[in-house]
């Protein structure tokens, strides 16, 4: 076996085990009767549409760094009848395979700062444990929150979009690393934990602009480190939504196996693109989550 053929089983072996392992899961749950438990009954034609809807978000989420969830979540919500409840703790349960299988492309790649993620995946539980928390104490304060994210995220929106569309502005920072603060990781990483906990999505929409333009971090080290991020603080946030019953089993299961296949598939691709162009791509993105939480505060849904 020659040294590419070694290369290549080193980037995609550990995926394949673990794509092997849904497979299992997916045909127990099926088979315990367990599949359409918390949402509407998993057909063949259901499930390969929650198939494809985590091929998307998994691709989405290697390219841009994120989980995915600001995919899955309104897909699964709006086109495919799972409650509100139902659809966060499902999607995110969901991306706990989507970021180990995205975070692991990208280490393997070296997309990615292993010092930064420890510390703000080791904060970030903490964050997680307390949102989760103050999620129960907060609850009539969460549609507010959202417009306060919404309108926060405008300014990386708009930056990101005008800096990729001239193909300029902010000089790209270049390596394999992020400049070290280890104070400013970890207080970072604990204030994503803490609004992952509390309005459950993965953190990707705010670990990546924020790393971008808070610590200069490189754009393609900032994917696989925000992926990585994410392991722990969706293992933590998506194991209490399971505990709590918010986690359809089927359906998160067959998301996640198109999740672990599209985050390869992106990671592998995230190099052909120039960063003014992944730029690009996020801005338009993260402008869509803006204006998804601002006009939700408005009680217009948008997909």
């Avoid at 550990?14 to 088979?31: D, E, N």
């Avoid at 809807?53 to 086109?79: D, K």
């Avoid at 505990?243 to 299961?253: E, K, M, S």
Wanted: hydrophobic share 55%; charged share 5%.
């Amino acid at each position: 076996m020659n040294g590419s053929q070694v290369s290549t089983w080193r980037n995609y072996l550990p995926s394949a085990v673990l794509l092997a392992i849904l497979i299992v899961l997916t045909a127990w749950a099926f088979a315990a009767g367990v599949a359409g438990r918390g949402g509407p009954p998993v057909d063949a034609g259901r499930g390969l549409a929650l198939i494809v809807i985590g091929l998307a978000a998994g691709f989405l989420g290697g390219i841009i760094g994120t989980g995915g969830c600001s995919v899955m979540l309104p897909a699964i919500h709006f086109w495919m009848g799972y409650s509100t409840p139902v659809a966060v703790g499902t999607t995110l349960f969901a991306v706990i395979f989507t970021a180990i299988s995205g975070g692991y492309g990208h280490l393997v790649r070296r997309n990615l700062d292993v010092s930064a993620t420890l510390w703000l995946g080791g904060t970030g539980i903490l964050g997680v444990l307390i949102g989760s928390w103050l999620f129960t104490l907060l609850t009539r304060h969460v549609t507010p929150l959202g417009l306060i994210l919404g309108l926060a995220f405008l300014w990386p929106a708009i930056r990101m979009i005008w800096e990729g569309l001239r193909k300029g502005g902010h000089p790209a920072a270049e390596g394999n690393t992020i400049p070290r603060h280890v104070v400013g990781w970890a207080v970072f990483g604990f204030l994503i934990g803490i609004f992952t906990g509390i309005v459950g999505l993965g953190g990707g929409y705010a670990l990546v602009p924020g790393l971008i333009y808070l610590f200069g971090a490189p754009v393609y080290v900032t994917m696989g480190t925000s992926l990585a991020t994410m392991i722990p603080l969706a293992v933590v946030g998506g194991g209490i939504k399971l505990i709590q019953g918010y986690v359809a089993i089927g359906a998160g299961l067959l998301l996640a196996a198109g999740t672990v296949v599209g985050a390869q598939i992106g990671a592998a691709v995230i190099k052909k693109f120039k960063p003014a162009t992944l730029k690009l791509i996020f801005g338009i993105y993260f402008l869509y989550v803006a204006v998804k939480f601002i006009l939700a505060y408005a009680g217009v849904h948008i997909f």
